[in-house]
């Protein structure tokens, strides 16, 4: 018995190893990626991620989920709007969904685990100042997070971050999330595509 317990322990320790290697990993490829300019414009992060082939929506997942999590270094509009151009209204439409879930998800429970300290790595300190006084309005706060992770242009990916400083349960943050999202994302990609549409018939 004792010899499954070492080992269990061992395994567990492996996993945990590899499974940070490979979040270094993927944030060191988007610091490299945002130096060569990849984020600057639509075309160069859609034609960076089209060289994956297959991969391609897997790679703009990841990217969709590092753009939530490590704030600020890919612009969210770009990531978003990456998504409906190159994979379509549809199939745009649930990448962004998964990937900007997933993304305010960690946030919540990287803020829940390590508290105001790493919040502060992420998130400027006059942003989080002007929304302080929040964190301790109990279901005042729950109510303000719901609408604003209903609305498109809201500071989103800011408040995830402070939800896991709150007393928010996991249960109610990933309910308001997976519910919210979906009005804000379907709107910016009919917009989009009305947008593209309408600039398509005029050229």
């Not at 944030?27 to 082939?53: N, P, Q, T």
């Not at 297959?54 to 890919?74: E, G, K, L, R």
């Not at 979906?182 to 309408?198: K, R």
Request: glycine share 8%.
């Amino acid at each position: 018995m004792k010899n499954r317990e070492h080992e269990r322990i061992w395994v567990s320790r492996i996993l945990k190893v590899i499974g940070w290697a490979a979040v270094i990993l993927l944030i060191l490829i988007v610091l490299d990626a945002w130096r060569k300019g990849v984020f600057s414009s639509l075309d160069k992060m859609e034609a960076f991620i089209s060289g994956f082939g297959v991969w391609s929506p897997v790679v703009f997942v990841i990217y969709q989920i590092m753009q939530i999590v490590v704030i600020p270094i890919i612009p969210g509009g770009v990531t978003t709007t990456a998504g409906v151009v190159m994979f379509g209204a549809v199939e745009g439409l649930l990448l962004n969904y998964i990937g900007i879930c997933v993304g305010s998800m960690i946030a919540f429970i990287l803020a829940k685990r390590y508290g105001k300290n790493l919040v502060l790595k992420f998130v400027e300190k006059k942003k989080y100042d002007k929304y302080e006084s929040w964190l301790s309005k109990g279901k005042k706060f729950e109510i303000f997070f719901a609408i604003c992770i209903f609305l498109p242009f809201a500071p989103d990916d800011l408040l995830c971050y402070l939800a896991g400083l709150t007393e928010m349960s996991y249960k109610k943050f990933i309910t308001i999330i997976l519910l919210g999202k979906w009005p804000a994302i379907i709107c910016y990609s009919i917009g989009l595509n009305v947008i593209t549409g309408w600039i398509t018939s005029i050229l």
